[in-house]
């Protein structure tokens, strides 16, 4: 093993789930760096402490999973497991203190951290080491920070151990300093009592959806299972029952796709609390999609299966995109194939970075070869939203291209509709800019045709809610069409939960349409 591996400490009925996810993440973020993990690096037939030992001697970071569970569990007469010299946790954490291997404890779904007097003595210093969190709810962000740190002591011991003059088994710099810069004034302030609220509204939203809307079905599971993923790291009970609701809706929904989605955002809630269970679901899911005749909805069910077997059967979740780009392929209409290639690209970015580089690439492709005007803005709009969110560096000239191409279309009506898509995309980068294309735009799209006319002005709105928010509510406001109006009010909200969660709050629960309600609370909640 190389002199730069990572150790992952846990206790199998604590933290299973979240151990094999990392060290699948490890694998891919660190390729040349082993990642012990006894499950996979134990060969039949070796002393397991024997092994441990040599394998921290070869290891200069050890990252300890803390779950609720980790103090408490006991063996089978009752005793607590950290009091038995010879518990396995408990030597691999008294070893890699004594021989300076960097110790990260992360705490899992709200775990506490430990005190020093429910700590045995050798491992004392535990207590006194800055804690990451990672948790259910929201997991990419609190791995991606430990995969920072875990990346920069990699750097560090390997800088170390080739510098001139220097020695591999140099003193590390403390643990608590690294973490002290990582845990600096970004730790993001969770307000508990304000996502609870939220999720709760959420949920009772999604419960009162009229008779009309329930029988959909598919779409309660799918808000319900959204919710519970949400709501697991700060209250697992409620989120268990949310998620067992959300499966029985779905398995309940006659029409096709609504239960193949709802029973696949249910596997995605549950991977990383049951993933046996998430794994049937899984298969259920799968086995439906063979039924889908539409090539364009088949690939998105399968990319949404993917994304839950992602968690604990990356394997699985590979040949899954594979057959989803082979649907991809199958779709003959080309707009609608640059929009489902871009929409697939934004799902697969958590799961497989290059292949959703490739997927915009292919999209790219396609949208550049469409001829049909309004197709052409519609198709640029949601390619662009997709290149500025996974690759924004790429972005820039497709964005330029847009509005090269919006301001050639004759159509009055049609122009405005393509600059407010542009304008969408290019607040981020170039707001002032953005503000001028809004201004040539928006008194165009609210005397244009109904059907051009809400997409116009929801682009509009949404733009607008990073640089004036007042005006941006006033825009989503007018549109006439009810639906549309709240689509409008729900992605102002979105924009806004970040820098005027207050706000974003009002204007969520201002929502008259049950979908887009649950979804800007849910949006909110998340950030």
């Known amino acids: 093993m190389p002199s730069q591996g990572i150790f992952l400490s846990y206790r199998r009925e604590d933290a299973a789930p979240y151990a094999r996810l990392l060290q699948y993440q490890l694998r891919e973020h660190l390729p040349d760096v082993s990642v012990f993990m006894d499950l996979d690096s134990i060969e039949p037939g070796r002393d397991f402490a024997e092994v441990i030992r040599e394998a921290l001697d070869s290891s200069v970071v050890l990252v300890a999973l803390i779950g609720r569970r980790w103090l408490t569990l006991g063996d089978e007469d009752g005793r607590r497991r950290l009091d038995d010299a010879d518990d396995v946790v408990r030597s691999e954490l008294q070893t890699a203190l004594e021989k300076g291997v960097r110790v990260i404890p992360v ?7 430990p005190r020093p007097e429910q700590l045995p003595g050798p491992l004392g210093s535990l207590a006194r080491l800055n804690a990451l969190e990672l948790s259910y709810g929201r ?5 991606g920070r430990l995969l920072d740190i875990i990346q920069r002591v990699v750097d560090s011991a390997s800088a170390a151990a080739t510098a001139p003059g220097s020695s591999a088994s140099a003193d590390p710099e403390p643990i608590d300093r690294i973490d002290a810069v990582a845990l600096g004034d970004d730790t993001p302030n969770r307000d508990q009592e304000r996502i609870t609220r939220l999720l709760a509204d959420a949920e009772h939203t999604t419960r009162t959806r009229p008779a009309r809307s329930r029988r959909l079905g598919g779409m309660q599971a799918v808000e319900l299972a959204d919710i519970g993923r949400a709501l697991a790291a700060i209250d697992p009970n409620r989120a268990a029952r949310l998620i067992a609701d959300a499966e029985r809706i779905a398995r309940s929904t006659a029409e096709q796709y609504r239960k193949t989605m709802g029973l696949a955002r249910t596997a995605r809630a549950l991977a990383l609390i049951d993933s046996e269970h998430a794994a049937w679901l899984i298969d259920d899911a799968e086995g439906i999609t063979r039924s889908i005749v539409s090539e364009a909805q088949r690939a998105v ?17 590979a040949r899954l995109i594979t057959d989803a780009e082979r649907a991809i392929r199958s779709i003959t209409d080309q707009p609608q194939k640059a929009y489902v290639l871009a929409n697939a690209a934004l799902a697969m970015a958590a799961i497989d970075q290059e292949r959703a580089a490739q997927f915009i690439a ?3 492709g396609i949208t550049r070869s469409i001829t049909n005007e309004p ?6 709009a949601c390619v ?3 290149l500025a969110a996974i690759e924004p560096a ?18 009055e009506d049609l122009k405005a509709r393509a600059l407010a898509g542009v304008s969408r995309v290019l607040v981020a980068t170039d707001p002032d800019r953005a503000a001028r294309l809004i201004a040539y735009a928006e008194p165009i799209a609210q005397f244009s045709d109904q059907s051009l006319r809400a997409g116009a002005l929801t682009d509009i ?3 607008l809610a990073a640089i004036d928010p007042d005006r941006a509510e006033r825009v989503a406001q007018s549109i006439t069409d009810t639906t549309a109006r709240a689509r409008a009010l729900a992605d102002v909200a979105t924009v806004l939960a970040a820098t005027d969660p207050d706000r974003a709050e009002r204007i969520a629960q201002s929502i008259t349409d049950h979908g887009s309600k649950v979804d800007a609370l849910l949006a909110i909640a998340q950030t």
């Open 107 to 113: 705490l899992v779904d709200g775990a506490a951290p």
């Open 139 to 143: 997991y990419e962000y609190d791995a």
């Open 301 to 317: 069910l399968l990319i949404t299966i993917a994304e839950a077997a992602a968690v604990t059967r990356p394997e699985r979740a």
């Open 362 to 364: 292919d999209a790219e």
């Open 375 to 380: 197709h052409l803005g519609s198709a640029l």
């Open 384 to 386: 662009a939203r997709a």
């Open 394 to 411: 790429r972005a820039a000239p497709l964005i330029a291209d847009m509005e090269h191409i919006s301001q050639s279309i004759t159509n």
């Open 461 to 463: 709105a949404t733009a």
